[in-house]
């Protein structure tokens, strides 16, 4: 009984953790450059088993959630008209300054602050390529009146070019942290530069998740939560009373 118990725990307690990643997936359908998570699974094995035999060892591994892998499908491509929102087309994303240091983000909906300042929707400042390229990359400030942005990230105002969308990528062996909505982290030194990627000015990449299939997956994943709360009342009650009333007929 104490595997099936533990099997059911377990069980239940990854998909609550599904869950988490399903909702925060559905709270974030609309948010610009959202990149969708996944959930994968793991074996959990009982320690106390390791030298017991396959069948042992088989019985006492149980799944638990292994962690969340990122989704970097580009998102749908929506003309907006607004000459700060940018986005991109192909692997790049932009580099941002925020308190807790550099990050990086597809979400190109951009405005001014007080002083000219180019900001991401959160209020960080949006970063520029440097004059010399050993140097740390600069926060971007424009001029009042309109301004214009080639594919390759050259902003430009009244024809005199202003500054340099600091455009990175990554290898596809880099580990990136999702960090807010729409910020990721990377670790020091895996940023390159970006030569495949295009800015669309007056355009936003919307989410890639797909808000039915994310309802679809938010069902099934309560549903299997459900069964599973089902069998650990079984457990505890039926199958617990059953050898509770056996144990007196020990002789």
Known sequence: M?????????????????????ADNLANTDTTGYKARHEFYQALADASKSGSDPLNAAINDYGVLGGATTDLRPGSIEPTANQLDLALEGPGFLSVQTPSGIRYTRNGSLHLGVNGELLTAAGDKVLATPPDPKADPVPITLPEGPISVSADGTISSQGTVVAQLNLVTFSKDTQLTADGSSYFQAPDGAAKPASEVAVRQGSLEASNYNPVEGTVDLITVQRHAQLLERALWIFDSDFAQAATQDLPRVE
């Open 2 to 22: 104490d595997s099936g118990f533990y099997a059911a725990v377990t069980g239940l307690i990854s998909r609550t953790d599904a869950l988490d990643v399903v």
